[in-house]
């Protein structure tokens, strides 16, 4: 039974730490396309419809749902890292992959949905594949909090 705990926190710090490997990405990404690609800005705001002279808000918002979205999967993945490490309770850990794995998920659907039957792209290949990626490694975190909760709970132990 204590292999069997230990085993689950393990898997619990490397879903943490996956957790936040992942959140990392995005924000390459829009680096990327903002500084280094001269049309790149350009195409993402004519996506959403917008104009040239909307620049530096378009930027500002999008730098700041992307640090909302990095704090999410830190807090999660910290919360994981502690609960593996018997350092914090669980709670927070459950709370946080259930949060993230129902926006991962609606992330998702509107990202299918948004594709619909168009041609699909490179980087919209890439986008489905993480938004699946993090839905598993926050699927393997909410399953290994449950277990070790469990488990915890039948070796009566404090965290």
Do not use: H
């Not at 879903?15 to 936040?20: E, K, L, T, V």
């Not at 040239?52 to 808000?57: I, S």
Request: proline letters at 3%; charged letters at 20%.
């Amino acid at each position: 039974m204590e292999k069997k705990l230990r085993r689950n926190e393990d898997l619990l710090m490397m879903s943490g730490w996956g957790a936040i490997l992942v959140a990392i990405w995005p924000i390459i990404d829009i680096i990327m396309n903002i500084f280094l690609i001269p049309e790149g800005l350009d195409a993402m705001m004519a996506s959403f419809g917008l104009g040239p002279d909307l620049k530096t808000v378009f930027i500002v918002v999008i730098m700041a749902l992307l640090i909302v979205q990095l704090i999410f999967f830190v807090l999660a993945g910290r919360a994981a890292l502690g609960a593996g490490k018997r350092t914090k309770k669980t709670g927070p850990c459950l709370v946080f992959s259930i949060i993230l794995l129902v926006l991962i998920s609606i992330s998702l659907l509107l990202n299918a949905l948004e594709m619909g039957a168009d041609i699909i792209k490179t980087t919209d290949a890439i986008y489905l594949i993480l938004d699946v990626v993090s839905i598993l490694i926050i699927l393997q975190m909410l399953i290994s909090v449950c277990k070790v909760r469990s488990l915890r709970k039948k070796l009566n132990m404090e965290y």
